[in-house]
C-alpha cells in the first residue's frame, strides 16, 4: 500500500510539472523592444492579476534602462477589443483589464491603462499587451521566452 501511495504521488507530481501553465498562471513574458531592448513581464494571477515589469539588461542591446512597473487587473468576459486589431482580439481567449504603474516610488511615476490579451497564438503572438493610454494606443507581442520574442515579429500594432 505504502508503494502504491508513492508511486501515485510521484505521478501526481510528474503530470503538475510537465502540464502546461494556463495562461499567465505564474508566467513570464518577454518582448523584443524594436531590437533596441528585452523587456519582462512576470504576472500571477488570482482574483487580482498581479505583474511586475522590468528590463533586463542584454550586452549586445543599446536600451536598458532601468525601469520598473507594477500591473494590476482583473479578468474580464465581456472586455473591448479595438477594432483595428481584430486579428489579435478574434484569437483572444483571456483579457485582463487593469492599469499598470511605471516609476514606482520615484518623482514622475505614472500609471498607463492597459489590457493583458492573451491569445490561442494561432498566427499571432501568445500574448499582446494593449496600451489604452491616455500617452499613446498600441498593442504589442509577448512571448514565452527571449529567444521566441527574438525570433518572432516584434511591431506593435497601432491604430489605422
Not at 17 to 45: I, K, L, M, Q
Amino acid at each position: 500500500m505504502r508503494r502504491s501511495m508513492v508511486l501515485v504521488a510521484v505521478a501526481i507530481v510528474l503530470v503538475a510539472v510537465s502540464a502546461p501553465a494556463a495562461a499567465g498562471s505564474g508566467s513570464t513574458w518577454h518582448r523584443n523592444n524594436y531590437g533596441s531592448g528585452h523587456e519582462r513581464f512576470h504576472c500571477a494571477d488570482g482574483n487580482v492579476w498581479q505583474c511586475t515589469y522590468d528590463n533586463v539588461r542584454e550586452p549586445d542591446m543599446t536600451w536598458n534602462p532601468k525601469s520598473m512597473g507594477l500591473f494590476n487587473g482583473t479578468a474580464q468576459d465581456a472586455a473591448w477589443c479595438p477594432g483595428w486589431a481584430r486579428a489579435v482580439c478574434d484569437h483572444a481567449t483571456t483579457i485582463v483589464v487593469g492599469a499598470t504603474t511605471y516609476g514606482l516610488n520615484e518623482p514622475g511615476a505614472f500609471t498607463w491603462w492597459e489590457e493583458v490579451i492573451f491569445t490561442d497564438g494561432d498566427g499571432v503572438a501568445p500574448m499582446y499587451r494593449y496600451y489604452i493610454g491616455p500617452q499613446f494606443e498600441a498593442m504589442c507581442p509577448w512571448y514565452a521566452t527571449w529567444s521566441d520574442a527574438l525570433a518572432n515579429d516584434f511591431e506593435c500594432i497601432w491604430p489605422s
